[in-house]
């Protein structure tokens, strides 16, 4: 009898090692458990932050790509994208549309007497100062160098030329400091306007740009309406 009691105490304990052991096995693993999901979540942070910058740095590579870094106004690309709807709506609804050409006078002259960083200084002071004069509807670009490029939608060449002589007032004020040094700039601008049903973006753009260049060649530091 005493060695079945002793048997079933030795068996007991057995189980009891068994169970403790088996508890412990349970517990590291549950640990183990535990520090991987906290690992895998941490991994999932930092995927979805990872996807959150790439997207973040998407959007800006895009947006760069639509403006001018120097001045911030859409550039050329832009501009000829969002102008042809533009264009196009205007026909449709047969609305009036105008556009306008700008160069600055000598600029390089201010180049080459005041260096290329100083010039920068001078396109953002104009690029600033004609959209002080534009509406929100209007487009505005840097079309480049020195020449910048607008588009006036529901508005007819007078009015577009109005509102082209109020930059070229505006900007002949700005005044400009390099050392002892005190300067300002003036601008030609060229004015034309949509046609009718049968006209074209380009031919547009090409009116004013012809119309900038008689400015150039009749004195600078004027606006010039297209006459057809």
């Not at 001045?71 to 009036?96: D, G, P, V, W, Y």
């Not at 300002?184 to 009718?196: A, E």
Request: glycine residues 4%; contains cysteine; charged residues 35%.
């Amino acid at each position: 009898m005493g060695d079945e009691i002793e048997l079933l105490k030795r068996r007991l304990q057995r189980e009891k090692n068994i169970r403790q052991q088996a508890e412990k096995i349970a517990e590291e693993k549950s640990r183990e458990l535990y520090i991987k999901g906290l690992e895998l979540e941490k991994s999932l942070q930092a995927e979805s932050q990872a996807r959150k910058e790439i997207e973040t740095l998407y959007q800006e590579v895009e947006r760069l790509s639509h403006i001018d870094p120097l001045t911030e106004l859409s550039n050329r690309r832009s501009f000829n994208t969002e102008a042809l709807r533009l264009f196009q709506l205007a026909i449709r609804n047969q609305n009036k549309l105008s556009c306008a050409m700008l160069d600055i006078d000598f600029f390089k002259r201010v180049n080459d007497t005041y260096g290329h960083d100083f010039g920068d200084k001078v396109l953002v002071a104009v690029a600033k100062a004609c959209q002080k004069q534009i509406r929100k509807t209007d487009l505005l670009a840097r079309f480049g160098g020195e020449e910048f490029c607008f588009l006036f939608p529901e508005t007819d060449l007078n009015g577009a030329a109005l509102v082209a002589e109020k930059i070229r007032h505006a900007i002949s004020k700005l005044e400009f400091h390099s050392g002892k040094n005190r300067f300002s700039v003036t601008v030609s601008i060229g004015v034309s306007k949509l046609l009718d049903s049968n006209d074209k973006m380009e031919s547009m753009l090409k009116r004013s740009d012809d119309s900038l260049y008689n400015a150039k060649r009749n004195g600078r530091n004027r606006v010039v309406i297209w006459e057809g």
